[in-house]
């Protein structure tokens, strides 16, 4: 693989963008982070030291970012307002994040000479077409604003793209989960807010009738899926599914974090959320095709790993 030498992720001291920065930082990659600390924690990137450079700030600062991209080959762009529902709590506020925010990056990138962006869309660009698995050629149908936010910044960096010669590419990361996802707000992804709830012997709550599904993939696969996406050629200007192929439903997610917990609590069931999409899961082909990439670590692996970390015992 190509070696970058210098790099910014954005929203570095999140749940993904940490483990970004750890795996940047192990390949020897200068690294600096800019990040609010909105949702992110600057104990994601304890240990580090003096190996990054951490900038905590707004990636709506168009002075700032001018300032933290100089140098930079590659910008990794990770910071969102990334809650569904909080997006259809506050369209406004998530939008002037998702999108502006994301103008700004991609602005700041093709002022300053980077060579890369690489930025984190979702699978929440498919809304409910019926048809599974989601192929990346499949018209999009958002059913959120944070869903027409991502579709809005993949619209963005294909412009950039092409008017301006920037690479970007957009990965679409189906549901991410794994070690330091925070689960102290009801807006948290949903394994993190389970496993919580199972170790503390507690019921979880089911939006709905538990019947919809996901494609859960281990943040580390999201990783590597990043860092190819930044080195290799076939990727520049492209949009790309990154999950497993493969989806469980959320009642049957609480029964396994429940078995792997050695605890057996009835879920309680409240009313669906706004905006939720009943089916998710990946085609991952064009990924396997173009970059190589397969996904390494199974659910029900990952779930005994990230249960370990949630219980402090690794
Ligand atoms: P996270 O909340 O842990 O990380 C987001 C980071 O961005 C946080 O550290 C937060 O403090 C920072 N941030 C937010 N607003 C900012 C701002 N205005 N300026 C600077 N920093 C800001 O969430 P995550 O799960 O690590 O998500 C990372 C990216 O992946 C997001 O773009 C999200 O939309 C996308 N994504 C996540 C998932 C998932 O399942 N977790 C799935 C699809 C896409
Ligand atoms: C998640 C991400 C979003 C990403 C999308 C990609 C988070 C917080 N959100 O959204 O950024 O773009 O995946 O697919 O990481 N649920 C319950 N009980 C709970 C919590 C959730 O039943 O306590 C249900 C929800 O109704 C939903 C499913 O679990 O059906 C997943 O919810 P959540 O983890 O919030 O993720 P998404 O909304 O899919």
């Known amino acids: 693989m190509e070696k ?6 954005t929203g570095g001291a999140g749940f993904i963008g940490s483990h970004l920065v750890d795996a940047l930082v192990a390949n020897g ?29 707004d990636i709506r600062d168009a002075d700032l970012l ?20 909080q997006s259809v709590q506050d369209p406004a506020h998530s939008c002037e994040v998702n999108d502006l925010g994301t103008v700004r ?15 984190a869309s979702s699978s929440a660009v498919y809304g409910d077409d019926p048809r599974l698995p989601k192929t990346e ?8 604003p944070y869903a027409v936010q991502k579709l809005t910044g993949e619209y963005y960096a294909s412009v950039f793209n092409g008017l301006y010669g920037l ?17 102290s707000s009801p807006y948290s992804g949903v394994i993190s807010i389970f496993m919580t709830r199972a170790s503390a012997g507690q019921a979880a709550t089911i939006y709905g009738d538990g019947g919809q599904s996901r494609d859960f993939i281990y943040v580390k696969d999201v990783v ?25 439903r959320i009642r049957e997610l609480w029964k396994l974090i429940g078995e792997l917990s050695n605890v057996k609590i009835d879920p309680v069931f409240g009313a669906p959320r ?24 199974k659910l029900r692996q990952g779930l005994v790993d990230t249960l370990a970390w949630y219980r402090g015992t690794s």
């Open 224 to 248: 590597r899926a990043n860092l190819l996406a930044a080195t290799e050629a076939a990727a520049a200007g492209r949009v790309f599914n990154v999950g497993t192929g493969s989806f469980i």
């Open 29 to 57: 990659c200068r690294v600096t982070v800019l990040d609010d600390l909105s949702t992110g924690h600057r104990r994601n990137l304890d240990g580090l030291g003096d190996r990054i450079d951490f900038v905590e700030g």
């Open 66 to 85: 001018d300032r933290v991209v100089k140098g930079c080959q590659v910008v990794f762009h990770q910071a969102a307002v990334v809650s569904v529902t």
């Open 167 to 183: 690479e970007t590419v957009c990965l679409r990361y189906f549901n991410v989960f794994g070690p330091r996802q925070d689960p």
């Open 4 to 9: 970058i030498s210098h790099a910014l992720v």
């Open 137 to 144: 050629d499949m018209a999009p149908g958002p059913l959120s």
């Open 274 to 297: 706004l905006g939720d999409i009943r089916a998710s899961v990946s085609d991952i082909g064009e990924m396997e095709r173009l970059l190589g990439f397969s996904p390494q670590v």
């Open 105 to 119: 990056v991609l602005d700041a990138s093709r002022r300053n000479g980077v060579g890369r962006v690489v930025m």
